[in-house]
């Protein structure tokens, strides 16, 4: 997520990693510093983002906390609370970004608790570059999360599933995949001009007792909207 962001961005970076090769990577690409250590980052850049492990909070907050650098957590599962009392008087912000703002195409969950101060402010401002911000309770988060920030891996996995299903039916693999790309892109953008009226797309497919109603009835009987639950469901299980 840290490389996604930096690439939204597309502008010089101030970068620390275990694995040195991984900062090196990204500031090749981007441009700035690979720095030795975290403290190096937080003493150059104006605003920190923290893209460790959530078990390293108190370790990283240790490092770096003597700069006084405002660092913005997009660590999941870790409250805003939480990130406060680790960095002390240190400015702390928390945001939920997902994986297409590496495009511009993003969206990013930024709890109210953030507050409307002049930090606060400009750094809704920055995310906002890089996709949309939504602002909601952080009560709500971990649920939004499920569906931005995890959701991508899910629906690269249903792009597979229809992939493979167009496959072993006779279409090449490369045709397959540009079918349901294609399909999902103009789709999405169809739902997004009706304002997310689903129904009114999928009565305009589906003619009574048609091959849509037919596939839709299959997607039903294997239990479609239960495996989105219980995926929802498993993200929340791991935040408790």
Same mark, same amino acid.
């Given at each position: 997520?840290a ?7 597309g502008?010089?970076v ?12 990204l500031?090749d ?5 690979a720095?030795a ?10 605003v ?8 390293q909070?108190d370790?990283?907050?240790d ?9 913005v ?5 870790v ?20 994986l297409? +703002?590496?495009?511009?195409?993003? +969206? ?21 570059r ?7 309770d952080e ?5 939004a ?5 995890n959701a991508p891996a899910f +629906? ?5 599933a ?7 039916n006779g279409?090449?693999?490369a ?20 304002g ?6 999928r ?6 007792g048609?091959?849509t ?28």
């Amino acid at each position: 997520m840290a490389t996604a962001l930096a690439t939204g961005w597309g502008e010089p970076v101030w970068a620390s990693d275990p694995v040195r090769e991984r900062a090196q990577s990204l500031v090749d690409m981007l441009g700035g510093e690979a720095c030795a250590t975290n403290l190096d980052v937080a003493n150059a850049a104006d605003v920190v983002i923290l893209c460790h492990k959530p078990a390293q909070l108190d370790q990283v907050a240790d490092e770096i906390r003597s700069s006084g650098t405002p660092v913005v957590s997009i660590l999941g599962s870790v409250e805003l609370a939480t990130v406060r009392a680790a960095y002390g008087s240190t400015l702390a912000y928390r945001v939920l970004p997902n994986l297409p +703002v590496e495009l511009g195409e993003g +969206v990013l969950c930024w709890p109210t608790a953030n507050g409307n101060d002049d930090v606060a402010t400009g750094l809704k401002a920055l995310f906002a570059r890089v996709g949309q911000v939504i602002e909601l309770d952080e009560a709500l988060i971990e649920t939004a999360m499920a569906l931005s920030s995890n959701a991508p891996a899910f +629906v690269a996995l249903v792009v597979e599933a229809m992939v493979d299903s167009g496959v072993r039916n006779g279409l090449p693999p490369a045709l397959a995949s540009s079918l349901a790309l294609q399909t999902l892109t103009g789709t999405a953008s169809l739902l997004q001009a009706r304002g997310g009226d689903t129904l009114s797309v999928r009565r305009q497919v589906t003619s009574p007792g048609g091959s849509t109603a037919r596939g839709l009835a299959a997607l039903e009987r294997a239990g479609l909207r239960s495996a989105f639950d219980d995926a929802v469901e498993a993200v929340l299980r791991g935040a408790l």
